[in-house]
Nanobody
Framework: QVQLVESGGGWAQPGGSLRLSCTPS????????MGWYRRAPGKQRELVAD???????NYAASVKGRFTISRDNADNTVYLHMNSLQPEDTAVYYCYADVKETFYSTYQEEWGQGTLVTVSP
């Protein structure tokens, strides 16, 4: 079973920056879309950003111009560069990916465990 391993969460001041990373636990056949969701306290989970294997990033309106999603197809790692952080960005961030493990596999959506980002003075 493929697992997604997240890192980079923690605390930042308003206006600060953090970088989240997510990578599969083992080598797989191919990976389609990868991205990040988040769940803020008292709110529904929402899409933050995602990106196709060839590029074409997509962002939530609330993070456009501040966050940048990117990926390295050599190791299927996806990154979320978060700049100009605001207290409203405080949430648990979840990595996801559409994964085809082997030539014989179908695509399945995999999720990370979540990493907490806290933005406060």
């Amino acid at each position: 079973q493929v697992q997604l391993v997240e890192s980079g969460g923690g605390w930042a001041q308003p206006g600060g920056s953090l970088r989240l990373s997510c990578t599969p636990s083992k080598t797989i056949f191919t990976v389609g879309v990868m991205g990040w969701y988040r769940r803020a306290p008292g709110k529904q989970r929402e899409l933050v950003a995602d990106i196709r294997s060839f590029g074409s990033p997509n962002y939530a309106a609330s993070v456009k111009g501040r966050f940048t999603i990117s990926r390295d197809n050599a190791d299927n790692t996806v990154y979320l560069h978060m700049n100009s952080l605001q207290p409203e960005d405080t949430a648990v961030y979840y990595c996801y990916a559409d994964v085809k493990e082997t030539f014989y596999s179908t695509y399945q959506e995999e999720w990370g465990q979540g990493t907490l980002v806290t933005v406060s003075p």
